[in-house]
């Protein structure tokens, strides 16, 4: 099982439409968990980072963590074309300061 | 101008060469990293440092060395290029006065290096 696992996508949706991108872990004691996005060979950009279990939101964005269920979602409100790019997940696992990434969704969003 | 830079920003050398990529910061940072990305294989650290005297291998070190030459600047070093460390790299830092465990990590532009 991999540490950090997310679709691969594509995940394609019409422009307006609400993007729902999921990610689950591995780790149980990790402590806090990155969304970012990556456009094609650029670099990551952070879009929002949560710690506590529920929901965050940040204008068009919301993360969603469960910690009992292992899973980390973000939700992309009134989806643009602009916003078509790679979303990745990073994890911070218990006891590391590193991060751990999972190899990111490819999201498309149809004009 | 940008608070992670990189360069080169594009590489192209030969197996068996040696060759540097460089990372300089001006967000005063104490932590810094180095990470691959290959197509299919996310994000991958390579290195990471949280101050100069403090030097760490991350999950692919073999192959790589790194330098932490001041606050501001990490430098990775391929000593015998090999054609499957073509990838894009990246340099990240982070700030560790938050106090918190894991902070964010803020990007440079990314070298992308080519071995033939």
């Known amino acids: 099982q991999k540490e950090v696992e997310q679709n691969s996508g594509p995940l394609s949706v019409p422009e307006g439409a609400i993007a729902s991108l999921n990610c689950t872990y591995s780790?149980?004691?990790?402590?806090?968990f990155f969304w970012y996005r990556q456009y094609s060979g650029k670099s990551p950009e952070l879009i929002m980072f949560i710690y506590s279990n529920g929901d965050k939101e940040d204008g068009r964005f919301t993360a969603q963590l469960n910690k009992a269920s292992q899973y980390v979602s973000l939700l992309i409100r009134d989806s643009q074309p602009s916003d078509s790019a790679t979303y990745l997940c990073a994890v911070n696992p218990s006891g590391t300061y590193k991060y751990i990434f999972g190899t990111g969704t490819r999201l498309k969003v149809l004009a | 101008d940008a608070d992670v830079t990189q360069t080169p920003r594009n590489r192209i050398t030969k197996t068996g060469k040696r060759i540097m990529l460089e990372c300089s910061q001006t967000?005063?940072?104490?932590?810094m990293y180095w990470y691959r990305q290959d197509p299919g294989l996310g994000l991958r650290l390579i290195y990471y440092?949280?101050?100069?005297?403090?030097?760490n291998k991350g999950e692919i070190s073999d192959g790589y060395s790194v330098s932490r030459q001041a606050q501001a600047k990490f430098s990775l070093s391929l000593e015998s290029a090999i054609p499957n460390q073509t990838a894009l790299y990246f340099c990240?830092?982070?700030?560790?006065?938050?106090?918190?465990?894991?902070?964010?990590?803020?990007f440079g532009p990314g070298t992308r290096l080519t071995v033939l």
């Open positions: 440092s949280f101050d100069v005297k403090d030097i």
């Open positions: 780790d149980r004691g990790s402590q806090s």
């Open positions: 967000k005063g940072h104490d932590r």
């Open positions: 990240a830092t982070s700030d560790l006065s938050s106090g918190r465990i894991a902070d964010t990590q803020y």
